[in-house]
């Protein structure tokens, strides 16, 4: 492990990263809009209902919300921050000299996808203050907020090595980060709408519902979905209940993001350096 | 040692690099000489184990490039041609970037750093933002971070390209030092003079081929089929004009009276050529001085690249 964080990528990557004042920046204008939102909606919701109590079923609604917005921000910032790592030294010409260093190709995309989770996780863990002030008002348990953290963990990595892998297989950072976020709208949003259309396929002039191994599938795979049982386990039995499938959903999405991290970052460092022997 | 072996690299239908054969003995420095697009970045390319042959193999001390990349780029110091560098990194966080990513420890990093600063003139840059370096000073720079794993053999692509006169002697000083600490060098340029001086052969590449290769006298030699002869008189021209005029290997005889001078094309052989200066001695011509002309290394540059085959 500490061989792993002594990658000279990654440390350099680090130094870079918070010698700019962008990343500070960054940090302080998503602190500044959570506190806005959490202090506006307890004035609101104590000023509106008249009895200046915030009762914890209100508490839960707010760590909802809350925990929505973080996983907007990971969908939104992830691509932002991967899409270009390897593209952006291909145009600053700085990945010629990397690849002819000794450094190993799993080295390089390590570091390079680690620091951007790194900074990903840092702005989460800058933000866990505001959203522990959920806890003042009950209605939410710990284990709970562990869970939905382990779930941004599994999505930002997932993400992020997507952009990873299209930034070493596309030349341009900007297409490189339209493709990822083509790729993130597709798993948030249109995984959610094939969610509805199979639901209503399998559904269709049955009384009772009907096994759709697709409508699993698809629900599986859309993060606001995950997310929604993670918070509301009553909505992942009726998904179940829905599509006839017994595996938990939570299940599904561990699997499927987990193979697709794998798939990303062995395909990154697979193509990261030209295959010398290709041509025999 | 460096050596390639029919060599090839085909982009559909066009050579970029042809059927290159090469040795760079141990210690020796190799000049590529080569036009833009000739295929000298292809070559280094290839030996820095960027691109993939089309045909033929590449070995770095007896390692193929193909069969064994990663071992042979912690033999080589490898510099582009063009090449960027991070923002907000200092020179000193830059070699040690480097260092780490070739396994230095540490320690060996923080006493290496300041003999390599040293080495390229960059002492006083150490604790300076790279990207605001010049652009001689990042050449230099680039350089010592090529040396940092203290490589046996250096690949350097047009090392001087972009500077101005002033830096590209200070790289030339450089690398005249690098070459006396045993380094294998296989540098290239377009400009053939700013290279004979410190290769012990050179390699003239055209259209991906290698059209000549040898020391820089021998190129010269094998080029000349005439001789540019300088004959300073000190009485009258017209008698040396009417002396050289029978002999039968000289043609074009030129006489410039204002400098006292004449000139004529040779085509005799060194043997021929002194044995006319003894005529000329016994005929009694007031000969000052009898001088083959030096010739211009661009002037072979560009015959070489017009197209003849002088091998």
């Known amino acids: ?280 | 040692m460096i050596e390639t072996i029919g060599l090839t690299k085909k982009y559909g239908s066009f050579y970029a690099l042809q059927d290159l054969n090469l040795v760079v003995e141990e210690g020796h420095v190799f000049g590529f000489v080569g036009a833009n697009g000739a295929g000298k970045s292809t070559t280094f390319s290839i030996l820095a184990t960027l691109l993939q042959p089309t045909a033929g193999d590449a070995f770095i001390n007896g390692m193929s490039v193909t069969e064994k990349p990663h071992e042979v780029r912690a033999q080589i110091g490898y510099m582009p041609d063009f090449f960027g560098v991070y923002d907000q990194l200092k020179t000193d966080e830059y070699l040690d970037f480097y260092g780490a990513s070739y396994g230095l420890k540490p320690k060996e990093r923080e006493q290496l750093i300041p003999k390599l600063l040293e080495l390229v003139n960059l002492e006083h840059k150490r604790y300076d933002y790279v990207d605001l370096l010049s652009r001689g000073m990042k050449q230099r720079l680039c350089l010592a971070r090529a040396l940092i794993h203290d490589p046996k053999i250096l690949i350097l692509d047009e090392p001087a390209s972009g500077l101005d006169p002033r830096a590209r002697v200070e790289m030339r000083d450089i690398l005249k030092e690098l070459k006396a600490m045993g380094k294998t060098i296989l540098i290239s340029s377009h400009i053939l003079p700013e290279l004979a001086e410190m290769c012990d052969s050179i390699g003239v590449i055209d259209s991906g081929k290698l059209i000549a290769q040898g020391s820089v006298h021998e190129i010269q030699a094998r080029l000349q089929h005439e001789k540019i002869i300088n004959v300073k008189v000190a009485g009258s021209l017209e008698a040396a004009v009417a002396f050289f005029e029978n002999d039968p290997f000289v043609s074009r005889i030129v006489a410039v009276p204002d400098k006292g001078m004449l000139h004529f094309s040779y085509k005799g052989t060194d043997v021929q050529q002194i044995e006319l200066l003894q005529k000329a001695m016994a005929q009694q011509l007031p000969i000052r001085s009898f001088a083959e002309e030096e010739t211009d290394l661009e002037d072979v540059f560009m015959a070489i690249t017009k197209g003849a085959d002088v091998r």
């Open chain 1, 1 to 280: 492990m500490k061989t792993l964080l002594a990658n000279p990528v990654l440390v350099k990557e680090l130094k870079l990263r918070f010698r700019n004042i962008k990343s500070f920046s960054g940090i302080l204008f998503y602190l500044v809009a959570m506190s806005v939102f959490v202090f506006g909606f307890i004035f609101l919701t104590t000023s509106l209902t008249g009895s200046g109590f915030f009762r914890p079923t209100e508490s839960f609604l707010l760590f909802s919300m809350m925990s929505y917005i973080q996983l907007g921000l990971i969908l939104f910032i992830t691509p932002g921050l991967t899409a270009g790592t390897i593209s952006s030294e291909r145009e600053k010409q700085t990945l010629n000299i990397l690849l002819t260093t000794s450094q190993t190709s799993f080295q390089i995309i390590f570091g390079k996808m680690t620091s951007s989770v790194a900074f990903l996780l840092l702005m989460i863990v800058a933000g866990l203050p505001i959203y522990s002030l959920v806890f003042l008002y009950g209605g939410v348990s710990p284990g709970q907020i562990a869970v939905i953290f382990m779930f941004y963990l599994l999505t930002l990595l997932a993400i992020g090595s997507i952009g990873v892998l299209f930034s070493t297989l596309i030349r341009r950072t900007i297409v490189s980060m339209i493709t990822t976020y083509g790729t993130m709208i597709f798993l948030t949003v249109v995984t959610g709408f094939f969610l509805l259309i199979s639901l209503q396929i399998s559904q269709y002039g049955n009384a009772m519902p009907n096994f759709s191994p697709m409508s699993y599938f698809w629900a599986s795979i859309n993060p606001p979905v995950v997310l929604l049982t993670l918070l509301q386990p009553a909505v992942a039995d009726q998904i179940l209940n829905l599509a006839t499938v017994t595996f938990p959903l939570w299940a599904g999405y561990f699997i499927f993001y987990s193979v697709l991290t794998a798939a990303a970052i062995f395909l990154s460092v697979k193509r990261l350096r030209v295959n010398m022997h290709k041509y025999k």
